[in-house]
């Protein structure tokens, strides 16, 4: 078959290659967030404070998203990914040398703002080489690079730092970053004639600005992005405190509290195929109604947590069960959220189009964790975080499904 041709069968060497980008980053992410007890005891920060890591990672890549879009359409996507990844791995080698925790936010700050490259990259890769009727699939499978790099980073990094220490912990994790970079330099593969063609292409698009506000007329793609700002809220929030949740609210050791989120992360690698994988055989591709389901599931989730969980001293099992299945929801909705945002945008603009639909997303993944973290201060427990974040998803959900039914009649 001709490489230029979007083939029809599911492409799993290229799925692999392109994953392991995925997984290296959020080894450092969903690892770091597990170590966050251990870095809360060495600088003696509030959990309001824990909680500004995720904000800072998250705020410059949502500032610049789609204008990371515009460059991964000039560069291409293997260049995007050399770059994102290495920069990462340089990055996170640097935390282990952070004196004061103020130096790991600026830190977090410029690991958000390489990381913002890598999820267009990764798109337009797909999107290149899938044909329509696999993407949502195969967005699934790629994205489970990153739960497999959560759950290891979330399971062993902790391990590391009770042995040696979290700086040793995030040191080899920086480091295996650099690893996946050279590993993608040598077996990921662009075609050239394609990228010329797309450059030839791209001659005839609108310009960037037109561009944006030709997405921005599109009323059902900024709807699905309302929600995305919905979602992105737990998405942000649920990683950045569930260790500190475990530790101090049910009295969980950090060991036991990394192992729960590792089961989170498994949870999401399981969760991005098989909701995508529901959608499109039980839901008949309806993208409105999985959207629909996985809020209120979601928002199921929550309250369980805030009424259940913290009151009646769970065993370790069902916290471990209650990881999984929050994992799946609260991570898996994510290649269902990308293919959506890609059916609605045109082709050509699939690019700009996941960069807005990233502002919205990642908005919500940076205002969150401080606020999770500052009702759980000034309650004294993380109970109010989980109801008053299961009632504004509650009620995003609501309107867009309300808008949703009433669109289709």
Known sequence: MNSTTKSSKLQYKFLFIISTAYLAVDINMQGFLALMPFVRDEFSITRAQAGLYSTAYFLLATLIAIYSGSVVDKIGSKKGMIFGTGSVGVLLILHAAAPH???LLILALLTGLVFSIITPSLNKAVMSKVSARNRATSMGIMQMGGGVGGFLGATFLPVLGEIYSWRIAVLFSGSLALIVTLFLFIFYKEDNKKDQDAK???REQPSFKDSIFILLKNKNLMLVCVLGFALGTSVGSIPAHYTLYLTQDINMSRTVAGLSLGFFQIGGIIGRPALGYINDKFFNGDRGLGLSSVGFSLVFIQLFYSFYISNFAPSIYLVYFSSFLTGIIALGWMSLFFTTIAELSSAKLTGI???????FLRSGV????????????????????WFVSAAVLLTFTIFFHLVVKRKNG
């Open 101 to 103: 925790f103020f130096v």
């Open 200 to 202: 030839l292409k791209q």
């Open 353 to 359: 189009g996941t960069g807005i639909a990233l502002v």
């Open 366 to 385: 940076v205002i969150s964790p401080p606020i999770f973290g500052h009702l759980a201060d000034i309650s004294g427990s993380y109970q109010l975080s």
